[in-house]
């Protein structure tokens, strides 16, 4: 049986203002996090990955709007509530920021500020929801500190950000995120910045607290290689849409959209015989203000139908269902 759905965001669009006019950031956006499971987002730079989460949060730069969509927490249950019809700044809006959705940045520095202690920062975090009295909050975030993995938690509580190193901040930034003991984190590429071993050792914390809390997690990344080793579900995107939507198995056994196999073709192999040119994907991504009319992928696709996939876009894929948005497949359908 599929467990529900924590947060249920349906055909989100999202709009910038910008000097040039506005742009379309989000396409009829569709996806689930569900408790236990990790949805992993996927697409080159500029696909609209961190705008899906920064929405989710209600925290979008000043310039950009819910133009369409909904974004429902607790869906189907007696407490539904649209996050996208909330006032940002309400208090029901900033109880679900940190009590419900834990949020893991790429530079964990820019969730920390340098003129307190981590112990500060922390207990802060945590008496900002359902206060427990200084004395308990302190004993709480020494013990978040260790389940994030950090050694001598008891004295490293009083040491400042930049006194650790970049795996132990971003281990300090897990531990801020579960802070209000949300049951669904985002975490937006938290292990970019670290170096591969860092990277393996965070990725498989992240994995391991996913799993005892019972957190659905959303993880952003670029990297197809961090998809394979944490996702269960899998959302590609491509300029503002969701291309393709299913288990992760299914991602890489058998692959729907001529874009997620383009993807999966950058990945280097392993057994490949050295210096064998890597496959990169033919053209860049287009500017979202100079987006191609029909399915935004085909003047990057192989499999592009000259006359078809230039001027109509395929159907998104389904809320809540597994399948691709592309003409070949709805014409096999
Ligand atoms: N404040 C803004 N004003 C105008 N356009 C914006 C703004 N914020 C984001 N965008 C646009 O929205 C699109 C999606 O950006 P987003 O940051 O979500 O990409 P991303 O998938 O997270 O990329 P990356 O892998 O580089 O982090 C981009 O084309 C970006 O230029
Ligand atoms: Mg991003």
């Known amino acids: 049986m599929v467990e529900r759905s924590l947060i249920s965001v349906r055909e989100l669009a999202v709009e910038f203002r910008a000097d040039t006019g506005t742009v379309r950031a989000l396409d009829s956006v569709s996806l689930d996090l569900r408790p236990g499971r990790v949805l992993g987002v996927v697409g080159e730079s500029g696909c609209g990955k961190s705008v899906t989460a920064r929405a989710i949060l209600r925290i979008l730069d000043r310039n950009g709007t819910i133009a369409a969509g909904r974004i429902l927490i607790d869906p189907d249950t007696p407490s539904e ?3 996208a019809q909330i006032d940002p700044e309400s208090k029901q809006m900033r109880n679900v920021r940190g009590a419900r959705v834990g949020l893991i940045f790429q530079e964990p520095m820019s969730a920390l500020s340098m003129q307190y202690t981590i112990g500060n920062q922390l207990i802060e975090a945590i008496r ?3 206060d427990p009295g200084k004395t308990v909050a302190r004993q709480r975030a020494i013990q978040l500190l260790g389940d994030a993995g950090i050694p001598r938690p008891e004295t490293r509580i009083d040491a400042y950000p930049f006194q650790l190193s970049g795996g132990l901040r971003q281990r300090v930034g897990i531990a801020l995120a579960l802070a209000g003991d949300p049951d669904i984190l985002i975490a937006d590429e938290p292990t970019t910045a670290l170096d591969v071993t860092t990277q393996a050792q965070i990725l498989t914390l992240l994995r391991r607290l996913q799993m005892d809390k019972n957190i659905a997690l959303m993880l952003i ?8 080793q944490m996702a269960d579900d899998v959302a590609v995107m491509y300029l503002g849409r969701v291309v393709e939507y299913a288990p992760v198995h299914d991602v890489f056994h058998r692959p729907q959209h001529p874009y997620t196999r383009a993807l999966l073709r950058s990945v280097p192999d392993l057994r490949a015989t050295p ?6 994907i033919g053209g860049a991504v287009p500017q979202s203000n100079a987006r191609p009319t029909g399915c935004p992928f085909h003047p990057r696709c192989p499999e592009a139908m000259p006359g078809r996939c230039d001027t109509a876009a395929p159907k998104p894929v389904p809320p809540g269902e597994a399948g691709a948005s592309c003409f070949r497949l709805e014409d096999a359908a």
């Open 81 to 83: 509530t649209d996050l």
């Open 221 to 228: 990344t670029h990297d197809m290689g961090v998809i394979a």
């Open 275 to 280: 210096r064998q040119r890597l496959s990169t």
């Open 128 to 130: 900002a929801h359902n």
